[in-house]
């Protein structure tokens, strides 16, 4: 005798996977008000949210940084925001390791380090991450 299971009429969410491993040097933060500093993108902005772990090493101490967005009007209200024209505005999380290498676990729109110098460094990194 088979026992059949009922099969769910249901649409799973798909995830795309995204394995990144790259070493990049960091240019100018496009950042309004972060001009005089370094930023490395890892993961480009993106509609969907990223979620991962990111593992790297870099030639000197750098800032994690997630980027959600971007933000409705008026979501930008009590909250650290980044924005490259003052009209497209992120969710801007920071994470100051004061580390040259690390992992973090993260979620966002978009996936970079950042450092307040004014001289490039470099980075190497593993992003595993789905959306």
């Known amino acids: 005798q088979t026992c059949a299971l009922p099969i769910l009429e249901t649409n799973p969410m798909i995830h795309k996977s995204i394995i990144v491993s790259k070493t990049v040097t960091s240019s100018v933060d496009p950042g309004l008000g972060h001009e005089s500093h370094q930023l490395a993108i890892l993961l480009e902005p993106s509609e ?17 940084v997630s980027l959600t967005g971007p933000l409705a009007e008026g979501e930008d209200k009590g909250q ?6 003052g009209k497209t505005k992120f969710a801007l999380t920071i994470v100051d390791t004061q580390a ?3 992992t973090w676990n993260f979620a966002g729109n978009a996936l970079a380090v950042h450092t307040k110098n004014a001289e ?3 980075v190497s990194y593993t992003v595993v991450a789905s959306q």
Not at 56 to 62: C, F, I, K, L, N
Not at 80 to 85: E, F, R, S, V, Y
Request: proline share 14%; aromatic share 14%.
């Open 48 to 64: 969907k949210i990223y979620k991962g772990t990111l593992t790297y090493s870099a030639s000197e101490p750098v800032q994690l």
């Open 80 to 85: 650290p925001i980044w924005t490259p024209d």
């Open 100 to 102: 040259s290498s690390g």
């Open 120 to 122: 490039p460094f470099t």
